[in-house]
């Protein structure tokens, strides 16, 4: 929404596009400085979900306030020429932490992270995210929309790393975040370390208000004040529902869309 | 018996500290075409605004009545209840939200509010085809999201369109002309002469000629800093187009 990334209000914005560095010029070509680059192992454990080369994922996680933690995998591993589509949707009533960790191994690889939080009362959601490129000709796309309603707390972490050998990288990230109250907070911290030179990533985090010209369009068309606001938090939401699969996408659309009525109401 | 619709007396009405309207009397008759010419900053966006309820501007003095009700004391989609209307300059983008989704909210919540069902949904399509025809709108627009990629023509085809969809009593066409090529004007114009009756009343806010040689306004007024400087005929919108708004 055009006044959403307007009203960008202590968000930042930045791309970052590479070509051929200093260093290859000087004949150095195929190698590059390290920096602070500190590797640290791959991740594993229980929650941990191995995508294997080939394999092709797409799933979505509900977190409810009933409890849908338990499933929530804490870390993935990306093998060679793999997809993982993964889609959360966080309903009201959820005090969480939901710290992710992606570790790209193998190269051809794409990663698609989405999220949609909805905040209301005094819930508490942090997405805490890493993603690992270990290796080059990956692609990683993280879109995370939110609102924040009442006394409720977002927050996004977003760090991206992309390790000295991983060439050819595409990492993005948004993080957009709309305030429904005075009371109500949000957090975006997206962070970028880059050590490779010839990579294409970017990252947007903005967090605003409901737009009041969309707001004002929708009540002179007959919309009551609560159903325009609906509206537009549906609209806000719509294009990470796009990420969703699609036999699941009308159903979550119409769950979300419950959320939000349950949102605006309280 | 004179049938007035709209009754405008002695308005006043604020943006900030900064007074824009002062003093417009206006009164539109059932069944009339008004067109309200003006120079730049003459308040013919802050009147258009008033008359629907835009919350940025405050009316300080003077009064509105629509069909016997007072105006100001009404809600926005109060107003759009009661049969007001108007074609935004600027039409507004609403990502996610689909002309159909849009339009069906928008005819529910007025249905909802005179305690009527909501529209049958084949009731509900064949209105949208028969609007969009109406308009010569290409019927893939209707799952396209507002205004969203849209050209300025289209913009403001979909104002027409939805007005014809509200079937308002009192539309207002704030600058629809403004940025529109002849053949986007010559549609919006078709439009707007389609849909207008004897029960029903335009006000048409521009400041050039082009879209009133199309759709010939009963009366004409100037509105100047803020008053109405002047009011008659079509043969105002000659004097103007020869000799400018100094002559007011």
Redesign the interface.
């Known amino acids: ?2 006044a959403l990334n307007s009203s960008n209000m202590g968000g930042r914005s930045m791309n970052i596009q590479m070509r051929e560095s200093e260093g290859a010029i000087h004949g150095k070509k195929g190698t590059v400085d390290h920096g602070n680059y500190v590797e640290v192992p791959v991740v594993c454990g229980p929650g941990v979900k191995e995508i294997a080369s080939g394999e092709h994922i797409h799933e979505v996680f509900v977190v409810g306030p009933d409890g849908t933690q338990a499933s929530l995998p804490s870390g993935i591993v990306v093998g060679e020429a793999a997809t993982a589509d993964i889609i959360f949707i966080v309903l009201p009533g959820v005090k969480q932490d939901i710290p992710l960790t992606v570790d790209l191994v193998g190269e051809g690889s794409t990663v698609h992270l989405a999220g949609i939080y909805l905040c209301s009362g005094n819930d508490h959601v942090t997405f805490d995210i890493t993603m690992n490129h270990r290796v080059g000709h990956c692609v990683s796309r993280q879109v995370f929309n939110g609102l924040a309603a009442n006394a409720s707390k977002a927050e996004f972490f977003g760090r991206i790393v992309v390790a000295p050998d991983a060439q050819k990288t595409e990492a993005y990230q948004e993080n957009h975040n709309v305030v429904l109250s005075d009371n109500a907070h949000v957090n975006t911290k997206p962070r970028l370390e880059i050590y490779a030179d010839d990579v294409k990533c970017s990252h947007g985090a903005t967090v605003g208000r409901l ?4 707001q ?10 609560d ?1 325009a606001k609906v ?2 938090m ?6 990470v529902l796009e990420y969703a699969p699609e036999a699941d996408r009308e159903a979550l659309a119409t769950r979300v869309e419950d959320a939000i009525r349950h949102l605006s109401s309280v | 018996m004179n049938d007035i619709l709209l009754e405008i007396k002695d308005l006043h009405a604020s943006a900030g500290d900064k007074e824009i309207l002062r003093g417009v009397n206006l009164e539109i008759g059932r069944g009339e075409i008004h067109a309200v010419m003006g120079p730049n900053g003459a308040g013919k966006s802050t009147l258009s605004s008033v008359l629907t309820g835009k919350p940025e501007y405050t009316v300080t003095q003077g009064s509105i009545e629509f069909m016997g009700q007072d105006l100001l004391a009404m809600k926005p989609e109060e107003r759009a209840w009661a049969g007001i209307f108007m074609s935004f300059q600027y039409p507004i983008e609403i990502p996610g939200v689909s002309i159909t989704n849009f339009m069906k909210t928008a005819i529910n919540s007025k249905r909802k509010a005179q305690g009527i069902e909501p529209m049958k949904a084949a009731d509900f399509l064949r209105l949208m085809k028969e609007k969009m025809a109406l308009v010569q709108m290409k019927p893939e627009f209707a799952k396209r999201e507002v205004n969203v990629g849209f050209s300025g023509g289209e913009k403001k085809r979909n104002e027409i369109f939805q007005m014809a969809m509200l079937d308002p009593t009192l539309a207002i066409l704030d600058e629809t002309d403004s940025g529109l090529d002849v053949d986007a004007l010559k549609i919006v114009a078709d439009g707007v002469k389609a849909l207008h009756s004897p029960e029903k009343s335009a006000i048409i806010i521009t400041h050039y000629q082009k879209l009133l040689e199309y759709v010939r306004p009963d009366v004409v007024h100037v509105l100047k800093a803020g008053r109405i400087v002047a009011t008659g005929g079509y043969e105002i919108v000659d004097k103007i187009e020869n000799e400018g708004f100094e002559q007011f």
């Open positions: 929404m055009k737009d009041e010209d969309a004002f369009y929708m009540e002179s068309r007959g919309i009551p004040e159903e509206l537009q549906i609209s806000f939401v719509a294009p």
